[in-house]
């Protein structure tokens, strides 16, 4: 491990424990036994570390979703999963603005794949999904739901809405084996898949 991934290490672990106002070059100095000037060896700034920790964020929930495999099910499940594991790390990439400009090359097209492929390669139906699912795990991270409220019927609900329109073309437009249409087909996917995000 590089120092630059310790210190990445441990403003994961300070952020997780104490949230991000304990996220200081002060304070992450004192947790590695350095001085804080030190950092500035490993780092640019604190902007720096939340844009290693965005990419580690997102490199996390990446592979926790391509790892649940195509089902649309399964793939939610994982983004939750991963989600709630790591509050203060989603939160951290997902409702501050991302710093694209720093990321490794492709890491948010990588983080976004596996939904991109689940949508059929519909960039917009990708984006849908996933803020109807950031919507979900937003709510339930601040505790909005309503008590005694079914979250897991809820996200259920929300997804098998959205899975008639995931299937593979030649089912969504009833095409038959002989190619020949049994109902109008439904627009063309918009292209190669880009990031929902």
Same mark, same amino acid.
């Given at each position: 491990?590089? !120092? !630059? #991934? $310790?210190?990445? &290490?441990?403003?994961?672990?300070?952020?997780?424990?104490?949230?991000?106002?304990?996220?200081?070059?002060?304070?992450?100095?004192?947790?590695?036994?350095?001085?804080?000037?030190?950092?500035?060896?490993?780092?640019?700034?604190?902007?720096?570390?939340?844009?290693?920790? $965005?990419?580690?964020?997102?490199? +996390?929930?990446?592979?926790?979703? %391509?790892?649940? +495999?195509?089902?649309?099910?399964?793939?939610?499940?994982? *983004?939750?999963?991963?989600?709630?594991?790591?509050? !203060?790390? *989603?939160? =951290?990439?997902?409702?501050?603005?991302?710093?694209?400009?720093?990321?490794?090359?492709?890491?948010?097209?990588?983080?976004?794949?596996? =939904?991109?492929?689940?949508?059929?390669?519909? #960039?917009?139906?990708?984006?849908?999904?996933?803020?109807?699912?950031?919507?979900?795990?937003?709510?339930?991270?601040?505790?909005?739901?309503?008590?005694?409220?079914?979250?897991?019927? %809820?996200?259920?609900?929300?997804?098998?809405?959205?899975?008639?329109?995931?299937?593979?073309?030649? #089912?969504?437009?009833?095409?038959?084996?002989? +190619?020949?249409?049994?109902?109008?087909?439904?627009?063309?996917? &918009?292209?190669? +898949?880009?990031?929902?995000?």
């Amino acid at each position: 491990m590089s !120092r !630059r #991934e $310790q210190i990445l &290490a441990v403003a994961e672990s300070v952020l997780e424990a104490e949230g991000p106002a304990s996220l200081t070059m002060r304070r992450l100095a004192t947790e590695l036994g350095i001085r804080a000037p030190s950092l500035y060896k490993h780092v640019r700034s604190k902007d720096d570390i939340e844009a290693g920790l $965005q990419e580690r964020a997102l490199r +996390g929930i990446g592979e926790a979703v %391509a790892a649940a +495999g195509p089902e649309l099910s399964r793939l939610t499940a994982a *983004y939750r999963a991963w989600a709630t594991a790591h509050p !203060r790390l *989603y939160e =951290l990439a997902t409702r501050r603005p991302l710093h694209r400009e720093a990321l490794g090359p492709d890491v948010e097209e990588s983080a976004a794949a596996p =939904l991109v492929a689940a949508a059929g390669g519909d #960039e917009h139906l990708a984006r849908a999904m996933w803020a109807t699912a950031h919507g979900l795990v937003d709510l339930e991270l601040a505790r909005r739901f309503p008590p005694g409220a079914d979250i897991d019927r %809820a996200w259920r609900v929300a997804f098998e809405a959205l899975a008639p329109r995931t299937r593979p073309a030649r #089912e969504r437009t009833g095409l038959s084996r002989d +190619g020949s249409a049994t109902v109008a087909p439904s627009p063309a996917p &918009a292209g190669r +898949g880009t990031p929902p995000g």
